[in-house]
């Protein structure tokens, strides 16, 4: 490619301009950024592009344009580009959320163009663009969303840019992939907030400094708990009725294990310990985490 | 000290055995072990042990005695070595959960015999002897349980034990103890149980592969969920009381949370998610985790 525009250089997007210009994908990497602080940090690190304001001039030239802003962002960001955009220029995201989002795209969107939506599983507790690294999406998936009006070819490219990234690509629609991400991560994430909020606000009511004790699980969930809370809250939002269904089913679960403690059912409780065990087997297994005891932190 | 018996040799036996070792703190280490599994592997290794089945015979010349198999192993146990007790030896165990075990230790043991509870946080996804690290306590708290009937002398003896070991001890009552870890730790257990268990009801239930996607946020709960059945369970049933209580604080927070993502409460929930942030900062402050993004596993 000659020309890629980045949109939003936090954590995502400044780990792909870095993946990008590692492997050579494109001639020139343009980034628009609205926050100044981003702006003066991309500077001082020197990363390999150019940063832009001009929308105008830069647009009709562009071979990919990604968008790595909060889903939030999204509305407001089409409305200044919209009129420069022409059906040459590919366009993708990397939202953790896409039904609702991919429907708004196309209410906004002028006609004629598309939009062909990605979502890279990877992230970290930590944002912007300091943080980011050019192996973020080695080996991890990509998910590529396909519908009806999906554009085959610019799919194809899209699934080409991906695998030089180094991710491995998923295809599925918007509705099975907004299913499966609110459990194997909204729900997670939500959970992670929650069980920090209950921590702290247990803290207050019983004036003991809990906090301190936290090696005990509490800081695993820390972890998830301290992601960019604007980028979450749009996600909630977005993926709002699977992840309402997923926490009804956590509760539900919840209850039975309540049950089970209550009742001090053994061999109900224990094989639902035993069940979960073989999960972190089959994560390793299939390479989503590493094969450390305790994360290899310690 | 010159003689020190380890009941029980699986992960925290043994990174205690060879914490012991390395820092010379008793001339001769036993063991007590009661799977033929576990003597082979402790074989195999060369840990600097002598494994006895003679309790009768090394019992009374020990000085320090110290329970590290599961709760629900101690009434048993308890009867095995009674006999043999006196009041010089100092026994302590490492269980997680205190108030209930402790009234059970007391109904067991006989008359004139002290019992002081200690509890390392400290332990892995894995268990096994195996898997011991001489370093597992190594700046990690561990609680010492002060009641009204403890035997200040030997309170004063572990304290320093566990110091050279390299924790940092702190001494609380039996209640406060399971009060703080039912928060810190066995919540966060339960609630990761939990969400495994969601994750791969709903799997079944939608017929997706949902698993190979858990780099979202599912594998970080999934270590946690991989920890052992008969332990947790233990703990679970021991401090019943106050973990069904933390379960209802977490099922009212997440009804809270639910219906901020339901009425689409921007403020709400983004203050939830801002102020959750700040206790990661405070758990890296604390150096209760590594102060490195995504636990430095990537």
């Not at 973020?136 to 554009?151: P, S």
């Not at 085959?152 to 490219?157: C, I, R």
């Not at 301190?212 to 809250?233: P, Q, T, V, Y």
């Not at 073989?278 to 005891?293: E, F, H, S, T, W």
Request: charged share 30%; aromatic share 8%; net charge positive.
């Amino acid at each position: 490619m000659k020309n890629i525009l980045i949109i939003g250089c936090g954590l995502i997007g400044s780990s792909l301009l870095r993946a990008i210009a590692d492997r050579k994908i494109s001639k020139k990497i343009f980034i628009y950024e609205k926050s100044k602080s981003n702006i003066l940090k991309i500077k001082k690190l020197r990363l390999p592009c150019t940063i832009t304001n001009d929308l105008k001039k830069i647009i009709p030239n562009l071979d990919l344009i990604i968008f790595c802003t909060p889903l939030g962002e999204y509305e407001k960001m089409i409305s200044k580009i919209n009129k420069y955009l022409s059906s040459k220029t590919i366009i993708t995201d990397v939202g953790s959320s896409k039904k609702k989002s991919m429907q708004l795209i196309k209410n906004k969107l002028k006609k004629g163009i598309y939009w062909t939506s990605s979502h890279p599983i990877a992230g970290s507790e930590v944002s912007g663009p300091e943080h980011g690294v050019k192996n973020l999406f080695l080996n991890k998936w990509c998910i590529l969303i396909k519908e009806k009006n999906t554009n085959k070819k610019h799919l194809k490219v899209l699934n080409k840019f991906w695998k030089k990234i180094g991710s491995r690509v998923a295809v599925m629609d918007s509705k099975k992939h907004d299913t499966i991400f609110s459990m194997t991560s909204h729900l997670p994430h939500l959970i992670a907030y929650n069980l920090v909020k209950t921590a702290t606000d247990f803290e207050k009511q019983k004036k003991y400094n809990l906090i301190k004790f936290s090696a005990g699980g509490l800081r695993d969930f820390s972890r998830i708990a301290a992601s960019n809370e604007i980028m979450w809250r749009d996600v909630f939002f977005n993926n709002q009725t699977n992840i309402l269904k997923a926490i009804d089913l956590f509760i539900k679960n919840l209850h039975l294990f309540k049950r089970d403690i209550q009742s001090k059912n053994n061999k109900s409780l224990v094989k639902k310990l035993v069940d979960t065990k073989k999960v972190r087997k089959k994560i390793i297994k299939l390479k989503q985490d590493i094969n450390r005891p305790d994360f290899g932190r310690s």
